[in-house]
């Protein structure tokens, strides 16, 4: 790993503001931050060319900024002698923008597969942003498939100012963030359970493309897995004099040439057809989450009071267990990540272990 010889430190302004309110004799309580940090010189870590004798460059890349809203409401809506309902929500939302890139990589790949996504610092859009392979289309939009595959082609113009070929998927970061935590109490039985909701972005996931791959992915079943012809899908014509003309395209998937073909399998594959298949792993980062619930029972004093014991309960519990994902991901749980926990973890999964779930049973004495 190389860092550059003019390497700065970074420096980060930061304002602040926040408040916080009780009501009701403490029955709701409201806490709100708000906040802009800009951090000036973010370090970044980049892959170069091995020829260089080095594969990573440190340097500065430019200005990160973040700007966001943090909110927890308090409340306990019921209260009676038996019953009592009590309740945490919590909210946050943060903007995150490259402003600037001052360093000698003017779109630096973060972390990125040979051939397929990546983990890109653009400016203008987050510092976690996700590219991948995408087919080349017509100015209508249509999209052009190579005559004889019947795969698309793969983009090569560039598609932004920094000369990317890539298409934007979208941004390795959550849109905003949600919590909901309840305890409710009846005579000596208190129930506890928290949602946890996380909305936007998207992710890379190897899963999916090991579950395409072996066609057990439900997009696999598409045309009872019959080969077929890529709808709205065009063949690219370049006459003698270099004009390009667009036909109408009738080569089904996974063709040789001569017609129709059994191994449609190959569309899923990012090594066949990396235009197509790239784009169907990188799946939705929102997800919904039971993230754990607890019914305890407080036993009655005067059983303890023969162990000299003050408090006594016992109690079942169930942790991880019940997660809700869109459509798009029925591959994994958006939390599991085997890339570590710095920037680059933003950028998904590889093959990553699934997280584990806990059930159990509690008994906690206090003397």
Request: net charge neutral.
């Amino acid at each position: 790993m190389l860092s550059a010889k003019n390497l700065k430190p970074i420096f980060t302004d930061e304002f602040e503001f926040g408040t916080e309110i009780r009501f009701l004799h403490d029955r709701i309580g409201i806490d709100a931050t708000a906040y802009d940090k800009k951090t000036k010189g973010q370090i970044f870590t980049v892959p170069i060319a091995p020829s260089t004798g080095y594969t990573n460059l440190v340097e500065n890349l430019g200005t990160v900024s973040n700007k966001g809203i943090e909110l927890t409401l308090n409340a306990r809506p019921v209260e009676t002698k038996d019953f009592s309902w009590s309740f945490i929500y919590t909210y946050t939302k943060n903007w995150n923008d490259v402003e600037e890139l001052t360093g000698a990589t003017q779109n630096p790949l973060i972390f990125g597969l040979n051939g397929g996504a990546e983990l890109r610092a653009v400016v203008g859009k987050t510092v976690a942003s996700i590219y991948a392979p995408i087919a080349e289309k017509t100015p209508d939009g249509k999209i052009v498939v190579d005559a004889t595959t019947g795969f698309p082609t793969v983009n090569v113009a560039p598609l932004d100012k920094f000369g990317l070929a890539n298409g934007y998927m979208g941004s390795g970061l959550y849109d905003y963030t949600m919590g909901l935590s309840n305890t409710l109490t009846y005579k000596n039985l208190t129930l506890n359970f928290s949602f946890d909701y996380r909305y936007g972005g998207v992710m890379y996931s190897n899963t999916a493309d090991l579950v395409l791959f072996v066609g057990n992915g439900i997009l696999t079943t598409y045309n009872d897995r019959k080969p077929f012809i890529i709808p709205n899908s065009v063949n690219a014509v370049v006459d003698a004099s270099g004009k390009t003309t667009y036909v109408e395209n009738q080569t089904y998937i996974g063709s040789t040439g001569s017609g129709q073909s059994d191994n449609n399998y190959s569309y899923y594959n990012t090594a066949q057809n990396p235009a197509g298949a790239n784009a169907m792993l990188i799946i939705s980062r929102s997800f919904l989450k039971l993230r754990d619930i607890n019914l305890s029972y407080n036993l009655p004093r005067k059983w303890m009071s023969k162990i000299k014991a003050s408090n006594a309960s016992i109690g079942v519990y169930g942790k991880n267990f019940l997660l809700w994902t869109p459509n798009s991901n029925v591959y994994v749980d958006p939390e599991a990540t085997n890339l570590g926990n710095d920037l680059v973890s933003q950028f998904g999964e590889f093959a990553a272990t699934p997280l584990s779930k806990n059930f159990g049973v509690a008994l906690k004495i206090t003397f």
